[in-house]
C-alpha cells in the first residue's frame, strides 16, 4: 500500500529476489495508477474550461482587429456588447454546424420545433400542412439582437419577414418614436401581393435583447408559390403590426377632429342632386335659354347714338331687316321709372305667372309700333294724346306715349329734351310654349305631393305602431304621453298659392 499511495516513499527493504520483484511489480502499477488519475482529472477541468477559452480566445481576436483597423469607440463597444450577448443566449453552440451534421428529415424536425412559438402564435399557420410547415422552418433563421442593434435602416431594402419572439423594439421616423414592437408582433413587407421591392420608411431598433425569427423574401415566395391553398390562407389572416412601405403622416388633432366634423355633417345633410329630368330643373333651363335668346338678339342689334345739344332732342336709330322702331314718350323732370327688383326662385316664377294678364296687352301695342307710318297716322287721327303701354323687355312700363298731337304725326326729333335717352328693344313671349311648359310643371308638382303625402301617411301610420308598443310597455303609473306628433301641413296651400 505505501508503494501505490507513495511510490518511492516508504521503509521498503525487500531482502529476497520474490519481495524485490513484488515491490517492482507495485511501484509500477502505482505510478500507472497515479498517472491515471491525475490525467483524467486535469482532462476534466480542461473540458470545463474548453467554452471559456474559447469565448477568451474569440474575444482576444475580436479585440486585435478593432485594434488593427481603428474601429470607433461607441462602435467597438457595440460589437463586443452584441458578442457577449450571443454568446450568453447560445452558449457558443453553432446552430448551423450541428443541423449540417443531421440528415435532411431530422434537420427539418428539429426546425420546426425550433420554430414552434412563430406557429402556434400565428392564425395564418394554422392550416399548414406537415410539408408546408416543414418547407417554412427550413427556411427561418434566428437571429439575436443586443439594445441598440438596427434591424433595418430608413432607405434600405425591405427582404425580410421578422417575427418578435422575445424582447421589444422600437420604430423611428423622422427622430420619432411611430410604435412599440413586442412579443408576436410582426413587422417588413407584404411580399406576396406587392411586386417591386420596398425600403424602409423608418428604422427599426432593439430596446432590450431581442430574438427574431426572421424568413427571407425569396424564399417566402418560393413556399407560397408551391403550396397554392396555404398561400391564400397566408395573405388573408397574416397582419402585419407595422408595414416599413408605407410611412406614417403625421397631423395635427385640431385637423382631424375637423375632418370628423366635415365628415359627419356630410353624412347628415340631405342630398340636394335634382334629377335631370325634374320640372324645376327644366324651368329654369328654359328661362336660361329665353335669357339667352334675348341677349344674343341684343348683341345682334346694334344701336346708334347721337345726342343734339342745340335742339334739345336725343336721335335714336335703329335698324332692322324688316321694320324700323320709333317712339317717344314724355317723362316728368324727377320722376323715373323704378324697375321692380326681380325675385328669385318660386318667388321669380310667381311675379312671371302674376304678369300674364299684362302680356297680351304688350303684344298689342307692339304690333302697333311695327306698322307703317301711314297706317299708324291713319290709325291716330282722332286722338290727339294717347296713354299706351310698353314695355322694356318683358318687365317694365313706361310712363307715357305722344303719338300725334293736332293731327300730325310727331318724329323722334320732335320729342322733349328732359326726356332721358332709355330706348330698350322688346321682345315678344311664346305664351302658348310658357302655359303648356306650366301646365306640365303643374301636373308634375301634384303627382309629386300625392307621394309626399302617401309616404307621410305610411310615417304617421309607422309612428302610431310605436307610441303604441311604447304605451303597452310604458308602466301605468305615468299617465304622461312620450310623444306629441303634430300632422305637418299639406303643402296643397303652397301649391294652389304658386298656380293661382
Known sequence: MTSLTSIG????????????????????????????????????????????????????????????YQVPKGLSERVMDYIASTWSMSRGIDTEKVLQICPKDMRADICVHLNRKVFKEHP??????????????????????????????????????????????????DDEVVAILGKGDVFGDVFWKEVTLAQACANVRALTYCDLHVIKRDALQ??????????????????????????????????????????????????????????????????????????????????ALEPDVEKGVARVTQATAHHVIATTSIVTPGSKSAEPAKGKGWGRFKDATGKMDTWTKVSKAESMET??????????????????????????????????????????????????????????????????????????????MKALEGRMAGLESQLAEVLRILKCRRAPSSPRPLFEISRPASPESDKEDIFS
Open 9 to 68: 516513499f516508504g521503509n521498503i527493504a525487500p531482502t529476497t529476489d520474490g519481495e524485490k520483484i513484488f515491490a517492482v511489480a507495485m511501484m509500477m502499477i502505482g505510478s500507472l495508477l497515479y498517472a491515471t488519475i491525475f490525467g483524467n482529472v486535469t482532462t476534466i477541468f480542461q473540458q470545463m474550461y474548453a467554452n471559456t477559452n474559447r469565448y477568451h480566445e474569440m474575444l482576444n481576436s475580436v479585440r486585435d482587429f478593432l485594434k488593427l
Open 371 to 448: 306698322l307703317p307710318e301711314r297706317a299708324k297716322a291713319s290709325a291716330h287721327e282722332e286722338a290727339s294724346l294717347k296713354k299706351t303701354d310698353s314695355c322694356d323687355s318683358g318687365i317694365t312700363k313706361s310712363d307715357l306715349r305722344l303719338d300725334s298731337v293736332g293731327g300730325e304725326a310727331r318724329t323722334p326729333q320732335d320729342r322733349s329734351p328732359v326726356q332721358p335717352e332709355a330706348r330698350h328693344a322688346f321682345y315678344p313671349i311664346p305664351e302658348h310654349s310658357l302655359q303648356a311648359s306650366l301646365l306640365e310643371l303643374k301636373h308634375e308638382l301634384k303627382e309629386e
Open 222 to 303: 418560393k413556399v407560397l408559390e408551391f403550396y397554392t391553398a396555404f398561400s391564400n390562407h397566408f395573405s388573408r389572416n397574416l397582419l402585419l403590426t407595422y408595414n416599413l412601405r408605407k410611412r406614417i403622416v403625421f397631423r395635427k388633432i385640431s385637423d382631424v377632429k375637423r375632418e370628423e366634423e366635415e365628415r359627419l355633417r356630410r353624412k347628415n345633410e340631405a342630398p340636394l342632386n335634382l334629377p335631370p329630368d325634374h320640372p324645376v330643373r327644366r324651368l329654369f333651363q328654359r328661362f336660361r335659354q329665353q335669357k339667352e335668346a334675348r341677349m344674343a338678339l341684343e348683341r345682334s342689334e346694334p344701336e
Open 124 to 173: 395564418a399557420f394554422r392550416l399548414a400542412s406537415d410539408g408546408c410547415l416543414r418547407a417554412l422552418a427550413m427556411e427561418f433563421q434566428t437571429i439575436h439582437c443586443a439594445p441598440g442593434d438596427l434591424i433595418y435602416h430608413a432607405g434600405e431594402s425591405v427582404d425580410s419577414l421578422c417575427f418578435v419572439v422575445s424582447g421589444s423594439l422600437e420604430v423611428i421616423q
